[in-house]
């Protein structure tokens, strides 16, 4: 038969962890949380249009800032949304475009 006491102190050592171990996780979520913040006021605030893309072959949008639309036309939803990319306004003969295909191959 083992020691109550014993338990008793393996049970709040493990309950001790587990505190430890949420509260890191709370604290990392919360610095998470501010640093995405401080990102979208800068991209908000940049005089120009600033994007984060998949590496894919329709360059998927995953940040946009509003400033997209002045320079395409297109609100920053069509992008987000994927019924627009930027592959969709580059000239068909563009050298860049060819490219990108070549890199997509």
Do not use: W
């Not at 014993?6 to 998470?32: G, K």
């Not at 639309?69 to 003969?93: A, C, M, W």
Request: proline content about 4%; charged content about 30%.
């Amino acid at each position: 038969m083992s020691d109550p006491h014993s338990r008793a102190s393996a049970h709040d050592a493990e309950a001790d962890s587990l505190r430890r171990r949420v509260r890191d996780l709370q604290q990392a979520e919360a610095a998470l949380r501010e640093s995405e913040e401080r990102f979208r006021l800068l991209a908000q605030n940049v005089p120009g249009t600033i994007y984060l893309c998949r590496n894919d072959d329709r360059y998927s949008m995953l940040f946009l800032n509003d400033a997209v639309e002045q320079l395409t036309g297109y609100p920053k939803e069509d992008f987000l949304e994927n019924r627009i990319s930027f592959v969709d306004l580059f000239h068909p003969e563009s050298e860049y475009l060819k490219g990108l295909v070549l890199l997509v191959d």
